[in-house]
């Protein structure tokens, strides 16, 4: 075990954690951020995903030390700014059952913080990794679209 500090959604927690612990369970068991999912633990599906210095990561599969000294941004984080991607959501009304959708929505801001005005051919490069077992991709594309015009690429 080692004592470090995690930048997460702007504040800092110190904590003890072996460093190659996933940082999805020192999100969800340690700091009660149960908004990143776990689903496959393999990096594969992209529930677990969250921003380290505003790029997409798939949390599952990345150690924690690794995110030391960096900028952690997770659902919850996003939630509490203005993003655009959170209210073309709701007007598209993409999500089903849901579970998937924090990993979609951290992995559509990312894409947006990098390609404010993405083609179809962009948004299926960026999201296509991150698997919907309802299938809304049509309604995940049009938020993500919507989000692009309505605003940009805020974090």
Do not use: F
């Not at 991607?85 to 924090?102: D, H, K, N, R």
């Amino acid at each position: 075990m080692a004592s470090m500090k995690l930048r997460v959604n702007g504040s800092v927690h110190s904590l003890e954690a072996d460093g190659r612990t996933p940082l999805l369970w020192v999100l969800r068991d340690t700091l009660g951020l149960t908004g990143t999912k776990y689903s496959c633990g393999q990096g594969l599906c992209g529930s677990c995903t969250v921003h380290l210095d505003g790029e997409a990561m798939r949390s599952c599969i990345t150690p924690v030390q690794e995110a030391v000294g960096k900028e952690i941004t997770t659902i919850e984080g996003l939630a509490a700014t203005t993003h655009p991607v959170l209210s073309a959501w709701i007007a598209e009304e993409v999500p089903q059952c849901g579970y998937c959708q924090p990993g979609q929505i951290m992995s559509a801001a990312a894409l947006l913080a990098e390609r404010p005005d993405p083609s179809d051919a962009d948004i299926d490069a960026a999201m296509g990794s991150v698997l919907c077992r309802c299938g809304t991709y049509g309604r995940i594309r049009r938020a993500i679209h919507r989000a692009a015009a309505e605003g940009g690429p805020r974090r």
